[in-house]
């Protein structure tokens, strides 16, 4: 798989929501019922917090 171009990558951050704080990332995980299936991130491009899927997708009960 190639790198992504610098392009590619600040189209993928335009595209996300931003978060100040890695708490208020986790946060909107947890609303939405997601906070085992995802995890956030410092961005590099904007300096805010995105949420990604979690590379280890806990499960749910």
Do not use: I, N
Not at 14 to 22: E, H, N, P, S, W
Not at 50 to 58: C, E, Q, R
Request: glycine fraction near 8%; aromatic fraction near 4%; hydrophobic fraction near 25%.
């Amino acid at each position: 798989m190639k790198k992504p171009l610098p392009e590619d990558r600040q189209h993928r951050c335009v595209q996300k929501r931003r978060y100040r704080t890695q708490g208020d990332a986790l946060d909107a995980a947890l609303l939405a019922g997601v906070e085992c299936e995802r995890t956030a991130y410092r961005c590099p491009l904007c300096g805010q917090w995105h949420l990604t899927k979690s590379k280890t997708g806990g499960s749910r009960s």
